[in-house]
Nanobody
């Protein structure tokens, strides 16, 4: 069973950057497509970026050109580099297997505010 721990969130100013990490336990992580999701207060959780086991990526239109997802399979870790942050990026960010989701982690809070 894969277990997930997100980290790297915090407070950023508009236009600033943060780098999130998703550390996983379990041997199946490196062969699975992984997604970064976010949930803002009062809204449904949404997928913002995904990366396949071979490194192909996809992004939601709202973050395209600003966010970059990457992975280090040797470290069982997926990253989300977030640049040019906007207040509307404020949310709790989660990672999970894209097609075979496991129990959600605690997420990491990202707050973009001046």
């Amino acid at each position: 069973q894969v277990q997930l721990v997100e980290s790297g969130g915090g407070l950023a100013q508009p236009g600033g950057s943060l780098r999130l990490s998703c550390a996983a336990s379990g041997s199946l992580f490196s062969i699975n497509t992984v997604g970064w999701y976010r949930q803002a207060p009062g809204k449904q959780r949404e997928l913002v970026a995904g990366i396949t086991s071979s490194g192909n990526t996809a992004y939601a239109d709202s973050v395209k050109g600003r966010f970059t997802i990457s992975r280090d399979n040797a470290k069982n870790t997926v990253y989300l580099q977030m640049n040019s942050l906007k207040p509307e990026d404020t949310a709790v960010y989660y990672c999970n297997l894209r097609y075979y989701p496991v129990n959600w982690g605690q997420g990491t809070q990202v707050t973009v505010s001046s």
